[in-house]
């Protein structure tokens, strides 16, 4: 009797629903030097991105895929016009300064690559200036995932053998595994400062090595 009389508990049919962090969260979390452990035969290592080509596209890291469970993130940040317009100039000055102390000297050696520089920073200033282009900072980062360690390095090795024919190079997170498992989350964040490379927008993007971040 005291039973019908009682009042069942009430369940909040919403409490069942999965949240973000049941979705992201690996089973197990072991880090090693370079790779970690999420699982059984779950075996991850992330990468940075350190050496950009001198022009990318759009999809020009599409062909990664073909490697197979693979994550690539990009962040990308816009840049203070004001802050790029200064940092140009100084570079400017400086690199036509350097131009004329070599001609005087007579040593030809490194006029090209300073022409060229010169040439650069004067048709990036004046699209910058005229707001016809922008300057963003890009930094990616690249999981390989795979089921065994020998796997794993085996991709490893491909991974850095299709970048470098794209003139980029990569380096492995040694130690900052759990970081670079926080950069392929979807927080908006990058966790790991110091990996930016500075681009422009257009029909190509431009590296340009010479603008800090």
Request: glycine content about 4%; hydrophobic content about 35%; aromatic content about 10%.
């Amino acid at each position: 009797m005291l039973e019908k009389n009682k009042k069942q508990k009430e369940i909040n049919i919403f409490n069942n629903i999965p949240t973000m962090a049941d979705i992201l969260l690996p089973e197990t979390l072991q880090e090693r030097k370079d790779y970690l452990v999420l699982g059984y035969n779950k075996y991850t290592r992330f990468f940075a991105m350190t050496i950009y080509p001198e022009q990318t596209w759009v999809s020009w890291l599409d062909d990664l895929f073909h490697i197979g469970n693979i994550n690539i993130s990009v962040k990308i940040e816009p840049s203070s016009n004001g802050n790029v317009i200064n940092q140009l100039t100084k570079k400017l000055v400086q690199s036509q300064s350097e131009y004329a102390t070599y001609s005087r000297q007579g040593n030809i050696l490194h006029l090209p690559e300073l022409e060229k520089q010169i040439g650069d920073l004067e048709d990036l200033r004046m699209l910058i200036q005229t707001n016809q282009d922008k300057l963003f900072f890009a930094t990616i980062f690249i999981s390989v995932n795979a089921e065994t360690l020998e796997d794993l390095n085996e991709k490893t090795k491909i991974l850095e053998s299709e970048l470098n024919k794209k003139t980029a190079m990569i380096r492995t997170l040694t130690f900052r595994q759990v970081e670079g498992l926080k950069t392929i989350l979807p927080t908006g964040e990058v966790p790991i400062p110091n990996y930016e490379r500075n681009m422009v927008a257009g029909r190509h993007c431009y590296t340009y090595s010479y603008i800090k971040s």
